[in-house]
């Protein structure tokens, strides 16, 4: 995300903690992905006041924006937590953060820009810790669609690097051992009063192959923009038990006990 989709973030962002109202977690350790200066800050600060939170920052952001953010809206966080920048992870395909570290991962609008979410939600299981959450939004396929239908070379549209469904992510989820996932999804409509406004807001979201100040032809574009958002969270449930791969269980000599009368 860039700045001009930042009213975005936080938007989408205030929806997935809403979601959070009805679960029952005991929240120790945070790992938020990607952090940006937004309201996320104050509702951790209320609802779970003593959290440890790590973060990764998105491209773009500064040390001292996150500083003044935390500052203002969540004041612990400056001594309780560590921040990595996102490109930390995306080049390393690692969190900087050991095995079983953290009770709840939330990840705002990010899947869908990477090559492989698989390898993402397996990352997330890894610093999960037993009975731990993952809740997360992303942008699906039907995104943009309106662009779709443009005549061929009116603009370089770009597909999503990741066009999950609801469904898709649903399974990912399972073969990836979380458990019971819930999926939902929603349409938000964007009206426009200019060419350029929708253009920033395309380049902003990664659909254009090119800058927006390159696309030359204008004043044929539709003046909307249809987001599909997709919501979702799952469990970690079970995860010292015995696991299978190719209709072969694989069990922790730690698993294996004497029986006893």
């Not at 921040?83 to 990840?107: I, W």
Request: charged share 25%; with cysteine.
């Amino acid at each position: 995300m860039t700045q001009p989709i930042r009213w975005l973030q936080d938007e989408i962002a205030d929806r997935v903690l809403q979601k959070l109202d009805i679960v029952k977690l005991d929240v120790k350790d945070v790992l938020i992905v990607p952090d940006f200066p937004g309201k996320h800050f104050s509702f951790f600060a209320k609802r779970y006041p003593y959290a440890n939170i790590h973060s990764l920052t998105e491209e773009g952001i500064t040390g001292l924006e996150m500083w003044r953010s935390k500052a203002i809206s969540h004041w612990r966080s400056l001594f309780r937590g560590n921040t990595t920048p996102l490109a930390h992870y995306l080049a390393k395909g690692k969190f900087n953060l050991p095995d079983n570290s953290v009770d709840l991962v939330l990840s705002n609008l990010l899947l869908q820009n990477l090559t492989d979410p698989r390898h993402f939600l397996r990352e997330c299981r890894r610093v999960l810790r037993e009975g731990g959450l993952i809740t997360f939004s992303y942008l699906g396929p039907d995104t943009g669609k309106e662009l779709h239908a443009l005549e061929p070379g009116l603009i370089q549209f770009k597909n999503l690097l990741s066009p999950w469904d609801m469904h898709d992510m649903g399974d990912a989820l399972l073969g990836e051992r979380f458990s019971d996932p819930v999926m939902d999804m929603e349409f938000i409509s964007l009206d426009y009063q200019s060419d350029a406004l929708l253009l920033l807001d395309l380049e902003a979201l990664k659909l254009l192959q090119v800058p927006a100040s390159e696309v030359s032809k204008q004043g044929f574009l539709p003046q909307k923009m249809t987001l599909e958002v997709v919501y979702g969270h799952a469990w970690v449930i079970g995860k010292q038990l015995s696991k299978t791969q190719d209709n072969v269980a694989y069990i922790d000599a730690n698993q294996i006990g004497r029986k006893t009368r």
